[in-house]
T-cell receptor, first 115, second 112 residues
């Protein structure tokens, strides 16, 4: 069964460093998302992406964040200058199309630790 | 800001018992999903409900969407240790809206 994959599974970085989190969405999906989950808290929406542009973003997704689909398969989240509070699980999700069911399928996540 | 409150937050019951967890909001949702999340992993989709009053069954799990599409419930019959996990509800407030709003989660433990 097709699934969303994410790399790396764990990323440890120093505060102020740039990180790039990578995702390979399900191959025939058209809509892509990033969510994050701080330890012990709810899953929170960061950004949605369609047709090579951001379609919606949350207040969390400030100028330090960017997303890109550099080729036909990868979808990346870049954090330019990491802060301690960016430590969280980051989940990529994808969706086939805009059906009423709008089912988003999630990857296994990348655990980001900022020291 | 749409909020989805889940109750109970924690539930620990004996194997074989029945249980119900709830997902409530003051907002109307166009669709609502239930996910299950294991520690250190991503949410895994269980079911999507769309129509007010809709009931869906997945083996021993029964999901219901409230008539007003503001609430949902998950009922598990004869719980098994394999049902242990974090159950999340997540909703879309309108068809064009992209983001899922997640609930606070119910951590379920089934004791053998």
């Amino acid at each position: 069964e097709p699934e969303v994959t994410q790399t790396p599974s764990h990323q440890v970085t120093q505060m102020g460093q740039e990180v790039i989190l990578r995702c390979v969405p399900i191959s025939n999906h058209l809509y892509f998302y990033w969510y994050r989950q701080i330890l012990g808290q709810k899953v929170e929406f960061l950004v949605s992406f369609y047709n090579n542009e951001i379609s919606e973003k949350s207040e969390i997704f400030d100028d330090q964040f960017s997303v890109e689909r550099p080729d036909g398969s990868n979808f990346t989240l870049k954090i330019r200058s990491t802060k301690l509070e960016d430590s969280a699980m980051y989940f990529c999700a994808s969706r086939m199309d805009r059906t009423i069911y709008n089912e988003q399928f999630f990857g296994p996540g990348t655990r980001l630790t900022v020291l | 800001t749409q909020l989805l409150e889940q109750s109970p937050q924690f539930l620990s019951i004996q194997e074989g018992e029945n249980l119900t967890v709830y997902c409530n909001s003051s907002s109307v949702f166009s669709s609502l999903q239930w996910y299950r999340q294991e520690p250190g992993e991503g949410p895994v989709l269980l079911v999507t409900v769309v129509t007010g009053g809709e009931v869906k069954k997945l083996k021993r799990l029964t999901f219901q969407f409230g008539d007003a599409r503001k609430d949902s419930s998950l009922h598990i019959t004869a719980a098994q240790p394999g049902d242990t996990g974090l159950y999340l509800c997540a909703g879309l407030t309108n068809f064009g809206n992209e983001k899922l709003t997640f609930g606070t989660g119910t951590r379920l433990t089934i004791i053998p």
